[in-house]
């Protein structure tokens, strides 16, 4: 496919280093971009058609009329012939794209039934969509499908948790670099760019992804539940998860959030494969305006993470004490890059994100943007 040679914006208060890195590095956003299927009407003209050249793949669960646990009551359900028409019509339009399915079961339960296991290894040839990526979230069912679907490029999930070299070793040592086609790094490893560098010269036969947009606190106590809540029906509320009720002296873990900020996503760039947007439940419009952000590498305030592009992780509106004393209007401090880059996960002992937190309050004279010295 031919690239276009579109040259986008680059922020304003971008130093002459990061402006040409912005330049030299704009081209690897080509093809490297994960999005999540809204099952929308819209997205194929609106998204896919719109920033093809940019998607290297799309994610989805399995059809909800197939009863395999993704049974999020947010989640678009179509009828079984409408959902192969849209991934069939994306296929064949777009053949760059590839189509992961997610076998993201937190609960494994009776899938793990011999005749379960066989249904699951049936559906992707079964849907006959062009699916060649299957991503699992526990090691078992990720050797069987290794076993008995060498063809399919196996993506381990986020939910594994591999936040370390030594995680990855195991694995190759384990399995083989060739059983393993990509590892979507934990949440907590996105800013240890060290570990990237390390990953791609040792087992640069694996591709490595990290998720965009995802604000989750780091150390979240409740990560768990979240996960579960998200696999199956909500019976509770968002609210009664524990960082929507953080109190004022913990607020500062609210910007201890794994998410990359869109002014910032030219560090990564040279460094990571895949970068993926977690979009599956968010109106066409919205995902519009995140890719938006990223592609043109725009400097945001704290209300465009909470109210646009932050997804799992901004609990922070659902803290009506925290929402009344911020000012969502303020961007992020010009040192922050900086200063999560050095980061040392010390975070009790460091006080940097309690500064951050502080900034943001409101009557402050920030005139927008928040500052916080070195």
């Not at 995802?214 to 019976?235: G, I, P, V």
């Not at 969502?328 to 010009?334: A, F, I, L, N, S």
């Amino acid at each position: 496919m031919k690239q276009s040679r579109k040259k986008y914006a680059i922020f304003s208060e971008t130093t002459r280093k990061d402006q040409q890195m912005m330049a030299v590095y704009t081209h690897e956003l080509y093809n490297r971009i994960s999005l999540g299927w809204n099952q929308d009407e819209k997205f194929i003209p609106e998204i896919a058609a719109k920033y093809q050249e940019y998607i290297t793949e799309i994610f989805f669960s399995p059809p909800l009329a197939l009863k395999l646990g993704n049974g999020k009551e947010h989640y678009k359900e179509l009828e079984l012939e409408a959902y192969r028409e849209q991934l069939t019509e994306i296929k064949a339009a777009y053949p760059h794209i590839g189509l992961n399915m997610l076998y993201n079961f937190f609960c494994m339960g009776d899938h793990l039934k011999p005749d379960k296991i066989k249904k699951l290894l049936d559906i992707p040839q079964k849907l006959d969509v062009g699916i060649e990526m299957l991503s699992v979230s526990n090691l078992l069912l990720a050797e069987i499908i290794m076993k008995e679907l060498p063809h399919i490029k196996l993506h381990l999930s986020v939910r594994l948790n591999i936040d370390t070299f030594e995680k990855v070793a195991f694995l190759v040592d384990k399995y083989g670099e060739d059983s393993i086609y990509c590892i979507n790094l934990g949440r907590n490893s996105v800013y240890q760019l060290p570990l990237f560098q390390k990953l791609k010269r040792e087992f640069p036969g694996i591709k490595y992804k990290i998720i965009l947009n995802e604000f989750c606190t780091r150390d979240c106590l409740d990560s768990d539940l979240h996960s579960q809540m998200k696999a199956h029906n909500s019976y509770l509320h968002v609210e009664r998860f524990l960082c929507a009720s953080y109190q004022k002296h913990n607020w500062w873990r609210y910007f201890t959030g794994q998410g990359i900020l869109p002014s910032d996503i030219h560090h990564w760039f040279g460094q990571m494969d895949i970068f993926k947007i977690s979009s599956r439940w968010l109106p066409t419009d919205q995902i519009a305006k995140i890719m938006e952000f990223y592609l043109n590498g725009e400097e945001v305030s704290l209300g465009d993470i909470i109210y646009t592009i932050g997804q799992g992780g901004t609990r922070f509106r659902y803290n009506p004490e925290f929402m009344a004393e911020i000012d969502v209007d303020r961007k992020y401090p010009q040192d922050y890059w900086n200063r999560r880059s050095k980061c040392k996960f010390n975070c009790t002992e460091c006080g940097y994100c309690k500064q951050v937190a502080d900034s943001f309050l409101k009557g402050g004279s920030n005139n927008g943007t928040a500052v916080v010295s070195s």
